[in-house]
């Protein structure tokens, strides 16, 4: 709660002729958090006989806090009690003459973000985390799409497999209630260093949070000896990935892995006809998807380790420049090898005059386009490819975590524009930059193992040099694998809901399919229980 304040009437607060004393006082312990007096260089006052006047104050008002410690304390409880009569925050005016606080007026403030759905489950603070800006997508989610969300996530369902404790909606958007291990000692470090690979800012933001006494003391439940033991198994595997194991190939492992296991869960749905019995097989099938994430995300988290290790330790040898270079070209990233496909896409179309004709006509119907396109003259060998980069990345489009967003293969309209940029382009130098990379990576470590190399230590720089080196280029690109997954069998489960909205709206359930991105899981099954 924020009260400012200003000798004499508040026409000079509200006019701007004065800054104000602030004083934050915080609504749950009922205690002062901070006061800020400012620099107050006049007043105005009224006239008894009507009418105001300027006065400027002495030395000693200007610097003179406005309000006492107890005025703070009762207006505080006045504020409180108001927005508790009303039920949503207000913007106060009052007085104070003669020792005797005066209310003037109150309005709800309008111009706050809704944060109904954000409320203390225990009545002390709490940080929520957007995941929406977190992925920078701003705007508002269908309310299928949150649901899904908090579903998939396999923690926070004590009461309800529809209900999420940690992960929240308000306002059509996500939020991630980041409390707990920002209250734990240990946990909070981690917390910290997942955010500011998050967002840059956020860190510093939530320091000043934790500075409250709820984040100076451990409030929630104990840690148990199984999830001790659990963390404990990751770090030993990520410990073995950094220093001894073998890591050639594991990303195309990996790769395999994640196709058979999206084929697997896919034709197991689709086995079975729309309906609740469909839903239910589909809620079933969650539980076991993040314990998946565990077959690469201990060697991912090695990658990590091992590029931050490397040009930690190479900073005393390279260049700035050449540091940067030691990083970049990194195979396995699906982020980069999709760019990579767009740029064998365009190729294959500049080979085809009647592909490359058709593009500059592209339109703004996308599938409509693929349709003509698959009708042209020479144009086989792009269709495979396009075919094989939707198989891959057709799950992906525009803010792919919302659910309801048209993934590739709904509408290819974005990425076609995106291989129609690449003709009207001079040149396209996809594959022959990406190779520059990889050769400055290359050129970077040739250096690295010629000066690092010398001295008494040399041996064993260089030893550990090319053992950070393996693992970074191994498995440092997979830091996006977790994501694409997501985003794969989020298109399995959508493709699941939209074959029920279809017997929803056969059965006059629903008045169109896309109803159903209106709805939640907890109102699917109440609808099919009807």
């Known amino acids: 709660l924020t009260i400012d304040a200003s000798f004499g009437l508040g026409e000079a607060l509200v006019s701007g002729l004065v800054s104000p004393d602030a004083y934050r006082v915080d609504k749950r312990t009922r205690t002062i958090l901070d006061r800020q007096i400012a620099d107050k260089q006049m007043a105005i006052y009224p006239e008894k006989n009507g009418g105001t006047r300027q006065e400027n104050l002495s030395l000693a008002q200007r610097k003179q806090t406005v309000l006492s410690d107890d005025q703070i304390l009762a207006l505080?409880?006045?504020g409180y009690q108001i927005e508790s009569h009303y039920g949503m925050p207000q913007d106060i005016e009052w007085a104070i003459a003669d020792g005797q606080i005066y209310l003037l007026q109150a309005r709800p403030i309008t111009s706050l973000y809704p944060i109904d759905g954000l409320g203390s489950p225990d009545n002390s603070l709490h940080v929520f985390f957007s995941l929406g800006h977190q992925q920078s997508m701003t705007r508002a989610m269908a309310p299928l799409s949150l649901s899904t969300i908090q579903v998939l996530m396999p923690i926070g369902h004590a009461e309800s497999v529809f209900d999420n404790t940690y992960i929240r909606t308000s306002g059509g958007r996500m939020f991630a209630d980041i409390t707990l291990?920002?209250?734990?000692?240990?946990?909070?470090?981690?917390?910290?260093?997942?955010?500011?690979?998050?967002?840059?800012?956020?860190?510093?933001?939530v320091r000043q949070v934790i500075q409250h006494p709820e984040f100076q003391r451990w409030q929630g439940p104990h840690i148990s000896l199984s999830l001790f033991k659990g963390l404990f198994m990751i770090l030993r595997r990520v410990l073995s990935a950094l220093w001894s194991r073998d890591l050639t190939g594991f990303v195309d492992q990996t790769n395999t892995l994640m196709d058979e296991y999206i084929a697997d869960v896919a034709r197991s749905l689709e086995a079975l006809p729309p309906g609740k019995e469909q839903l239910q097989a589909e809620l079933d099938a969650l539980p076991d998807f993040f314990p998946f994430f565990l077959n690469w995300v201990p060697e991912a988290?090695?990658?990590?380790?091992?590029?931050?290790?490397l040009t930690r330790l190479a900073q005393s040898w390279l260049s700035p420049d050449e540091l940067e270079?030691?990083?970049?070209g990194i195979p396995g990233n699906v982020v980069n090898e999709m760019n990579l496909a767009i740029g064998d896409l365009a190729d294959l179309a500049c080979d085809s005059p009647q592909i490359g004709n058709l593009?500059?006509?592209?339109?703004?119907?996308?599938?409509?386009w693929i349709r003509q396109a698959a009708q042209q003259e020479g144009s086989?060998?792009?269709?495979?490819?396009?075919?094989?980069?939707?198989?891959?990345?057709?799950?992906r489009g525009p803010s792919e975590i919302d659910i309801y967003m048209p993934r590739w293969y709904e509408d290819p309209l974005p990425v076609l524009r995106v291989i129609a940029e690449f003709l009207n382009s001079e040149e396209r130098r996809h594959r022959t930059l990406h190779q520059s990379l990889v050769e400055g990576r290359q050129a970077a470590m040739q250096k690295l193992r010629e000066t690092a190399g010398a001295g008494p230590f040399g041996k064993l720089r260089?030893?550990?040099?090319?053992?950070?080196?393996?693992?970074m280029t191994q498995v440092g690109g997979m830091r996006e694998h977790h994501k694409f997954m997501v985003v794969r069998l989020l298109a399995v489960i959508k493709e699941i809901l939209k074959s029920n909205a279809v017997q929803l709206t056969v059965a006059k359930k629903l008045g169109q399919p896309d109803d159903i991105w209106f709805l939640t899981w907890g109102d699917l099954f109440a609808i099919w229980d009807e």
């Open 359 to 368: 593009l500059k006509q592209l339109g703004d119907d996308g599938n409509q």
């Open 301 to 309: 988290g090695a990658g990590i380790a091992a590029t931050r290790l």
């Open 462 to 471: 260089i030893r550990m040099i090319n053992r950070l080196y393996h693992v």
């Open 76 to 78: 505080a409880e006045m």
């Open 181 to 205: 291990p920002l209250r734990h000692p240990v946990l909070r470090s981690a917390m910290l260093g997942l955010l500011s690979q998050l967002d840059a800012l956020a860190p510093e933001a």
């Open 380 to 395: 086989a060998r792009f269709m495979a490819a396009w075919e094989d980069f939707l198989y891959r990345y057709g799950s």
């Open 325 to 328: 270079a030691l990083t970049l």
